[in-house]
């Protein structure tokens, strides 16, 4: 079975500034896919980036990018830039590309912008 | 568009009570999914449909079952509600033919048993 973890229960970063988000994952699996969900107060869950795992290029949105390490199993989130509305629980999360496509969530990352 | 719709959005319920979350999506997805999320723990799979006429297990399934009740919708049941299946209840959606799909999450239903 597939684990996710994200060893950091809170961050707090500076309007304005970077912060790195880590997560860490372990599978036997060669294929897969890994993603990022953001849930802010309003619980409603959004998909922030995607990445394969085959592709050696990481994922970019905007002021979100990846850190891809497939190696290393390690998948961090960095956040450039950042606004008082990235202000959100962060999940990250990881998928097969079999069995009914199903995400095996981490225990997720809460984040708080300061002005 | 109205996405993925969940009701109710807050339910209280008595130890050994039953009740059904309703879940609907409108985006002509194949696949639907059930999650619980508690503190610490991320969410977790309840249940999930890949396609009309199917279900399966995932992660935490016990005292839950699920009906795929067409196309658009999926519905979770708690049979005899017990105080461990105090949570909040997702209900998502995906396409299939492929992996690597984004699944698109309702609001979530806070359910509360005493």
């Known amino acids: 079975a597939q684990t996710v973890t994200q060893s950091q229960p809170e961050m707090s970063v500076q309007e304005a500034e970077t912060v790195t988000l880590s997560c860490t994952y372990d599978?036997?699996?060669?294929?897969?896919?890994l993603f990022w969900y953001k849930q802010p107060p309003s619980r409603q869950m959004i998909l922030v980036i995607r990445?394969?795992?085959?592709?050696?290029q990481n994922a970019t949105e905007n002021r979100f990018s990846v850190n891809f390490q497939k190696a290393a199993k390690s998948f961090s989130l960095k956040i450039s830039d950042s606004q008082l509305g990235d202000t959100a629980m962060y999940f990250c999360?990881?998928?097969?590309?079999?069995?009914?496509?199903?995400?095996?969530f981490g225990e997720g990352t809460q984040l708080t912008v300061n002005p | 568009n109205a996405g993925v719709t969940q009701t109710p959005k807050f339910q209280v319920l008595k130890t050994g009570q039953s009740m059904t979350l309703q879940c609907a999506q409108d985006?002509?997805?194949?696949?639907m999914y059930w999650y619980r999320q508690d503190p610490g723990m991320g969410l977790r799979l309840i249940y999930y449909?890949?396609?009309?006429?199917?279900?399966d297990k995932g992660e935490v399934p016990n005292g839950y079952n699920v009906s795929r009740l067409n196309k658009r919708e999926f519905s979770l049941r708690l049979e005899s509600a017990a105080p461990s299946q105090t949570s909040v209840y997702f209900c998502?959606?995906?396409?299939?033919?492929?992996?690597?799909?984004?699944?698109?999450f309702g609001p979530g239903t806070r359910l509360t048993v005493l």
């Open positions: 998502a959606s995906s396409t299939t033919g492929g992996a690597g799909n984004e699944q698109f």
């Open positions: 990445q394969e795992a085959y592709k050696q």
């Open positions: 599978t036997s699996e060669n294929n897969y896919y």
């Open positions: 985006m002509n997805h194949n696949s």
């Open positions: 449909s890949a396609s009309e006429g199917t279900t």
């Open positions: 999360a990881f998928m097969k590309p079999f069995g009914g496509s199903r995400l095996t």
